[in-house]
């Protein structure tokens, strides 16, 4: 039952802000996720699409979150090995 919750936020935390949670990250993330599962619904698609795509939507944002702060990390590592 959390699962779209937790997309939502996790989503929300890639939309504004990296890494962040914020308020307006997850009203976007809301819109985006109610608009693609509605947009199923409305396909015709079994009733298990939804679930797949919610799930589908949570990896991404984990991968884009957790890459966004790796990121600086070698960056600075980087600037330290050089000087």
Known sequence: YLLAAYAAAFLGATQLRG?????????????????????????????????????????VALAVTSGRVRLPQRMRLRAVATD
């Open 19 to 59: 890494g962040r949670f914020n308020a307006w990250g997850t009203v976007i993330a809301v819109l985006l996720l109610g608009t693609g599962t509605t947009g199923l619904s409305l396909a015709s698609t079994p009733q298990w699409s939804t679930s797949v795509f919610t799930g589908i939507v949570l990896i």
